[in-house]
């Protein structure tokens, strides 16, 4: 049996370790600190809120999907609250950078943080 490591293997190995930085310079990351929360349901905007000047507050939203409260407190938001059964929404980190979204699935509900409140840098579509 030859031997368990061939010169294929140590070229692969380099080419892959040097490649590593290169694709993790050029894969999109949003550090851009966001102002606006945009809150759905269903694909409605329930509310667009400005939290840049907020230090703390909580947000109740009920409706016949079910209940929601989300916390901005210190730039950021987290959901605290949630009546849907599996709870995998309360367990997401809080957000504060543009792009980034906390999502309720059984109730339908997403908070996605936007740079100028604009909904135009929404996604053009969302699927249920």
Known sequence: MRGLIRKADIVLVACLILAAPLVWA???RSSETGSIAVVRQAGV?????DFRFVEFREYEFETSFGR???RIEDGAISMICADCPDGWCIRF???RHTRRTIVCLPNRFIVEILSDGSVEDAPDAVVY
């Open 93 to 95: 980190a809080p957000i």
């Open 45 to 49: 905007v329930l509310a667009e809120i």
């Open 26 to 28: 050029v894969l999109p």
């Open 68 to 70: 929601n409260v989300i």
